[in-house]
């Protein structure tokens, strides 16, 4: 089992930044790839970001290249989504998940933390 906790969602106005983190522990953080998912009200959950479990390989939704960048210190056990230039329609519920390869898809992640709300003012 891999639990994690989200943190660093807030208000922010637009083309202001956050940094989200995500804790985890349990099973040896380094086996897992890392990814952000993102939810707005009434819309599916959507992919935002992801890194492979040494770090090397980062992968982005399009809507976000450019703009967020996700880093991982596997000492400390974190996986961070760095968000600059924040857009209104960023704004959601930011979800960070493990799982054996850093993919696109929510179903190929096995754990799942519970959510930190980010909220862009226009």
């Known amino acids: 089992q891999v639990q994690l906790v989200e943190s660093g969602g807030g208000l922010v106005q637009a083309g202001g930044s956050l940094r989200l983190s995500c804790a985890a522990s349990?099973?040896?953080?380094?086996?897992?790839?890392m990814g952000w998912f993102r939810q707005a009200p009434g819309k599916a959950r959507e992919f935002v970001a992801a890194?492979?479990?040494?770090?090397?390989?980062?992968y982005y939704a399009d809507s976000v290249k450019g703009r967020f960048t996700i880093s991982r210190d596997n000492a400390q056990s974190t996986v961070y989504l760095q968000m600059n230039s924040l857009k209104p329609e960023d704004a959601a519920v930011y979800y960070c998940?493990?799982?054996?390869?850093?993919?696109?898809?929510?179903?190929?992640?096995?754990?799942w933390g519970q959510g930190t709300q980010v909220t862009v003012s226009s």
């Open positions: 998940a493990a799982g054996p390869a850093s993919t696109y898809y929510t179903s190929d992640y096995n754990y």
């Open positions: 349990g099973r040896t953080f380094s086996r897992y790839a």
């Open positions: 890194i492979s479990r040494n770090g090397n390989n980062t």
